[in-house]
């Protein structure tokens, strides 16, 4: 009789647990779920008892139960106890159970009530169609939907994880949507907007895609949309944008109306500005799309030329002008950084090539570089022994202009006559620069002739002729 007595005091009963939530919606920002249970009589738990929570599949099934809590031996003695478990990264359903159960003595509750269940892996927007928002397929023909995997722009793709599956749906109106079908990818062959969402159930989520507006094609129709990566204007320090369009079976980029020459893939990267088009072979028809890309890098110029003259020991004022903003500045000589130039105005005093850089610190953060050349200008009025008779003037800074010497220029009050072959006289001065022909002499002849007539102030006169050379 006393065995029998030690056999009955070394039972217990578990009750059902009762839950403390409805739903568990897991992530890795938050897994942590409780459960309470009662338990009888606490005498007849052993020393080393452990407790055990269970979960079900999906379907309320503990054939195969996961084990999410073990308690330490011993540590529960009092009932009712309360547990906190967490689930595991494979859960996905709405028919999951607990049950608890306990190591000495052995025994196993009923099964709580069912509950949906979801570990959210991924839980931010994905894109689809490449984050193009529209497709078109042929007469006949269809379009297939696909969750991009890696995508663009920092596409987190619900395909890296591999327990994870997917709902499509089509929408009906602003806010409704019928569910279309599961899976990776949709065929699509009607017309309408369709997008995605990972399945997890009642569990809301922001696992969802971009909208796709599928349209039936025509020839000639403009209606494969083009996306850029880096948006509409975009921001060249990012780097190369990606332009990509609908799927189809060949494609070809144009920009500005020309044909880029291997731009035949559905992508396009580039760093440019301008009008870029795409034609894409759908099979049975074609279609086309355009896309007005602009870069949104701030402008800038300088007041002074490309080229500049100044005389020795002369200045030159440089000042830029841009829309940057809040820009930095910094001038070189030669590639060599001048020092505590960071203005945007600078006074050039040596001959050199000048480069200025201007980085935007806001908004596109990008940069932009203005070079320009300061050399020293020829003297205006160089001491020529003789009166040239031959002229070139091609601008290669070489006889382009009738240089005589000092005795007959600026300041000796000669004067000086040129005439053309048929005796047209086409210039005359008594304040003689150096600086003839001052402009297009309409030349028709290879070498043209013209004459002219130096007087001095005393009346000593000068004649010859000059040889225009083409």
């Known amino acids: 009789m006393l065995c ?80 906190n478990f967490s689930l595991p990264t494979t859960t996905s359903g709405e028919g999951y159970k607990i049950r608890i159960k306990s190591t000495s003595p052995v025994a196993t509750s009923t099964s709580s009530v069912a509950f949906p269940a979801y570990y959210k892996l991924q839980d931010s927007p994905f894109t689809i169609n490449n984050l193009v928002s529209s497709g078109a397929f042929c007469p006949g023909g269809s379009y297939l939907l696909t969750i991009d995997n890696p995508g663009i722009n920092g596409n987190d793709s619900p395909l890296n994880y591999p327990s994870l599956t997917f709902n499509w749906y089509k929408e009906t109106g602003p806010t409704s949507s019928i569910f279309i079908s599961e899976g990776e990818t949709l065929s699509v062959s009607e017309e309408g907007t369709y997008f995605v969402e990972t399945n997890y159930g009642t569990c809301t989520s922001d696992s969802f895609s ?54 035949t893939e559905q992508f396009y990267q580039t760093n440019e500005s301008g009008m870029f088009s795409v034609q894409v072979d759908l099979g049975d028809c074609q279609t086309s799309g355009t896309i007005d890309l602009q870069s949104n890098l701030f402008d800038a110029e300088i007041n002074v030329d490309e080229t500049n003259e100044i005389e020795d020991g002369s200045e030159l004022d440089v000042e830029v002008t841009t829309n940057a903003n809040n820009p930095e500045f910094q001038w070189f000589i030669d590639e060599t950084l001048i020092d505590e130039a960071d203005d945007n105005t600078y006074t050039a005093t040596e001959f050199g090539m000048y480069r200025v850089v201007i980085t935007e610190t806001v908004g596109c953060a990008g940069s932009r570089e203005i070079v320009f050349e300061v050399s020293e200008a020829p003297e205006p009025f160089p001491d020529v022994d003789n009166i040239p008779n031959l002229i070139s003037p091609n601008s290669d800074g070489i006889n382009d202009t009738w240089v005589i010497p000092t005795a007959y220029v600026s300041g000796t009050n000669t004067t000086i006559e040129i005439f053309s072959s048929q005796g047209k006289r086409v210039f005359q001065t008594t304040n003689y620069q150096n600086n003839w022909p001052l402009n297009n002499l309409n030349i028709t002849s290879i070498n043209q002739v013209f004459y002219y007539i130096i007087t001095t102030s005393n009346g000593d006169t000068k004649k010859g002729s000059i040889t225009i050379i083409r």
């Open 210 to 263: 971009n909208r796709v507006e599928i349209v039936q094609a025509s020839t000639g129709v403009a209606n494969a949309e083009i996306a850029s990566s880096l948006g509409n204007p975009y921001c060249p320090e990012q780097g190369l944008t990606t332009l990509s369009t609908i799927g189809g079976l060949s494609y070809q980029w144009y920009r500005d109306g020309d044909i880029i020459d291997g731009a």
């Open 4 to 83: 029998c007595v030690e056999l009955l005091t070394a039972q217990i009963v578990i009750g059902t647990p009762s839950l403390g939530f409805s739903q568990a919606c897991a992530s890795p920002s938050f897994n942590t779920y409780s459960t309470t249970f009662i338990f009888s009589p606490e005498s007849g738990l052993q020393s080393n008892n452990q407790f055990i929570v269970e979960l079900s599949d999906a379907e309320g099934d503990f054939s195969d139960a996961t084990v999410v809590y073990t308690s330490a031996s011993g540590s529960i003695t009092t009932s009712p106890a309360s547990i």
